[in-house]
């Protein structure tokens, strides 16, 4: 496997945020999302390798040492190829969605009654994994802040088997320090796993910090599209080759070859569309942070961000999720929800359209004081729409909620 493909800067101090994306790296970006793995001579040319549709390989004719999808397939392959190279790791493997790459990953590195450290403000999903279920056997977890590298420290136990990171955090856009962090970790043998959601490869990679492995939920930008979900888990040639056969192999959360193929097409634009959201949120988190209706914006991307010396550091661009608390009433931010028209109200991210989310709305205050979530935070995912149309959408939905 050519699995080198991913050469390019990896010093941080020198990977600056530019208006374009990624400069450093945009054309071995360009080169392995359009064509690392699209191998022509082995598909008939065809300029969009096939989709190997089919769970078995024949043990009579098959020279290529497939055997069943479930352990890999040459659709699966071509896509894990691209997200090695983009992360710079020796390897990937596909899941069938973010939460299985999550859990894929945990399990590969806990054993009975371990220790874990993870930030508390972690994807609700993964603490849950953490917190209630991982705990039925007998693993604890510890949660910090994630921004205080002596809260990191303290909380080591001989047990602490691993270090969670998630960052920038995709509710509070708050940062871990990727370097520290993993150094730490190594000094007291617990392995450092980083969902890299928010960031994508094209503007973070962890295992140039030293960091042993990276999660993505491939649902987000790397999809784009709002139309599948995808994990993905990036690491060494070593572990890797375990998980194929352990946490991928026996929990059997691989991922489907159409998904596969998808998840290829998507990446085919992703250094595209990246530069796009990331020039869209750039110029919307400044606007919203100088309108009078506004409290505060949550963005690393902005200067006034309390960790953008830290984010210049080890990322080198910003995507397109970010929070911010409007003055005024919870009724007041809530109709300024409804009032938008061309941001949808969900959940998600990452895709080709704009949306909200209002995560805190229904928080009563000791809630939100416990978990540190205001309760007027909104949270926007800047879509591929042109930034002025948004401004105006946005613009319009604040005159609205004064007159709520
Ligand atoms: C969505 C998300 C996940 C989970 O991904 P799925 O593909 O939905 O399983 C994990 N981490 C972050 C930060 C996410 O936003």
């Known amino acids: 496997m050519d699995e080198n493909a991913g050469k390019r800067e990896s010093d941080p101090d020198e990977a600056l945020p530019s208006a374009s994306a990624a400069e450093s790296g945009a054309s ?60 710079g790791g020796e390897a990937a493997r596909c899941f069938s969605s973010g939460m299985a790459a999550i859990s894929a990953a945990l ?12 930030p508390s403000r972690v994807y609700a999903p993964t603490r849950f994994f953490l917190e209630s279920y991982m705990a039925r056997f007998g693993v604890e977890t510890t ?17 602490t088997r691993a270090i969670y990171l998630e960052t920038p955090l995709s509710n509070l856009f708050t940062l871990q320090d990727l370097r520290a962090v993993a150094e730490l970790a190594r000094s007291r043998g617990a392995a450092t796993i980083v969902d890299n959601t928010w ?98 914006v949550l963005y690393p991307g902005l200067p006034s961000h309390p960790q953008h010396e830290l984010a210049r550091r080890q990322m ?33 991210w990452g895709g080709f359209e704009s949306l909200i989310n209002s995560p805190g709305l229904d928080l009563d205050e000791e809630a939100s004081r416990r978990t540190g ?15 002025d149309a948004l401004l105006a959408d946005l613009d319009r939905a604040f005159a609205e909620m004064r007159r709520a």
């Open 143 to 159: 949660f910090v802040s994630g921004t205080d590298l002596d809260e990191f420290e303290a909380a080591l136990r001989p047990q």
């Open 199 to 296: 960031a994508t490869p094209l503007f973070q990679n962890p295992l140039a910090f030293g960091i042993d492995m990276v999660v993505h939920s491939a649902t987000k930008y790397m999809g784009g599209h709002s139309d599948i979900l995808a994990g993905v888990l990036i690491g060494s040639r070593e572990r890797m080759e375990r998980v194929t056969h352990e946490e991928r192999g026996l929990f059997g959360a691989a991922m489907d070859p159409h998904q596969a193929w998808l998840l290829i097409r998507g990446l085919r634009t992703l250094p595209l569309r990246m530069e796009r959201h990331q020039e869209s949120a750039l110029r919307i988190a400044a606007w919203l942070e100088r309108h009078p209706a506004v409290e505060r």
């Open 373 to 387: 979530m205001p309760q007027r935070l909104l949270r926007i995912s800047v879509g591929l729409e042109r930034a």
């Open 107 to 118: 399990m590969s590195v806990m054993e009975r009654d371990c220790h874990i450290v993870c």
């Open 28 to 87: 071995d970006f360009d080169d392995i999302c359009g064509h690392l793995g699209d191998d022509y001579d082995r598909y008939l040319g065809a300029i969009v390798p096939p989709i190997f549709q089919n769970t078995l390989f024949t043990r009579k004719r098959s020279n290529q040492g497939y055997t069943y999808t479930r352990v890999t397939n040459p659709t699966i392959e071509i896509a894990e190829r691209k997200l090695a190279a983009m992360e």
């Open 316 to 348: 080198s661009g910003f995507s397109g999720l970010l929070g911010f608390v409007p003055r005024g009433t919870r009724e007041q931010a809530a109709a300024f929800v409804k009032a938008l028209r061309l941001f949808e109200e969900g959940p998600s």
